[in-house]
């Protein structure tokens, strides 16, 4: 790799990605295109656990929508495009703000890199599957590529019809390599400016060590695909290889933890005994429960997970609770949130 665009590359992934690039392409020049509406510049300096070198590249701050994509790829002739910027708070409702940014702006960078036959890797999201995911919810089963489609949210419509497009532009040039990515839930170090999109092991965390109980749904047993960023930056790069075979793919763990099994990570890692504080959901688009079938992902992708979300869960707890920044941080993610 000699050149790489990344865009959302000040956020939460995209930072992740960024800095994991520039470790393992030290010559290569990297191009970040991040508005900072969502991101910002801290996550491409402070240090992490995985992470200690500062960004090294350049960096544009644009919205992806205003960006002339032909000029740019022209110019910068990148071997490959990561575009991991969205808007990805679920809770949006601006319906037409949520398309023109995911959509119309993905549909103009997908065809400048059709043209100029450009590697492209996106972020969709697990959240294409809805709150029935084709019935895997009720039955508690990994969710198969094929459940998609019916999201509860625009957020979730959003990357639906952008899958859509993928799929479109995929039939009719099937020499191009394009790969989507549904990222299921992402947890590590560099979320905290996501404020209420964070993770949920972010977010009781930050309770416990504020001194509050930590507050999850009635009744707990709520489960989600646990995954950590370094894998997912791992799919993401691996994505992107000439050996990775163009499509769709979930990124997950391919297990699940429940919400009381957070809390119970908690204390073991902080030497608390927390019970949890439970309330009703008032969110009636809220996916209960969440699982990764990575079939597909392993036979496409020169890829698989690597961390065991039970010990990288605790890793990152003890981690936030040495992170003096931490507090910090979230007063910065509430101005930003304000704004």
Not at 89 to 99: A, G, I, R, S
Not at 306 to 323: F, S
Request: proline share 6%; glycine share 8%; hydrophobic share 35%.
């Amino acid at each position: 790799m000699k050149r790489a665009i990344i865009t959302g590359g000040a956020g939460f992934i995209g930072s992740s990605l960024t800095r994991t690039l520039q470790d393992l392409h030290p010559k290569a020049e990297l191009l970040v295109v991040d508005d900072l509406r969502g991101g910002h510049f801290s996550n491409l300096v402070e240090p992490r656990p995985h992470l200690t070198s500062s960004f090294q590249g350049r960096f544009l701050a644009q919205p992806v929508g205003e960006i002339n994509w032909f000029d740019i790829l022209d110019i910068w002739q990148p071997d490959v495009v990561f575009h991991l910027a969205s808007i990805t708070d679920t809770t949006v409702h601006d319906q037409p703000l949520m398309m023109r940014d995911n959509v119309e702006a993905f549909e103009f960078l997908l065809e400048a890199c059709r043209e100029s036959s450009t590697r492209l890797v996106w972020a969709s999201s697990a959240a294409t599957y809805g709150t029935d995911a084709n019935g895997a919810m009720t039955e508690r089963r990994p969710f198969r590529l094929e459940d998609a489609g019916q999201p509860a949210n625009v957020y979730g419509f959003s990357k639906w019809v952008m899958e859509n497009v993928h799929r479109t532009v995929r039939s009719e040039n099937p020499d191009f390599h394009l790969v989507g990515l549904r990222y299921f839930n992402v947890f590590g170090p560099g979320e905290g400016f996501k404020g209420k999109m964070a993770s949920m092991i972010c977010q009781l965390t930050k309770q416990v060590l504020q001194g509050q109980a930590p507050r999850i749904f009635y009744d707990g047993s709520q489960a989600r695909d646990q995954v950590s960023v370094q894998d997912v930056v791992g799919a993401t790069i691996a994505a992107s290889s000439p050996d990775a075979k163009p499509g769709i793919y979930n990124v997950g763990s391919g297990q699940v933890t429940s919400f009381n099994t957070i809390v119970e990570l908690i204390n073991q890692a902080l030497g608390t005994t927390h019970d949890p504080e439970y309330f009703e959901n008032p969110y009636d688009f809220y996916q209960d429960y969440t699982c990764a079938d990575l079939t597909e992902t392993l036979a496409g992708l020169p890829w698989k997970p690597e961390r065991d979300p039970g010990p990288a869960i605790i890793e990152y707890i003890k981690w936030l609770g040495r992170d003096t920044t931490l507090m910090t941080r979230d007063k910065q993610a509430a101005t930003i949130e304000a704004r």
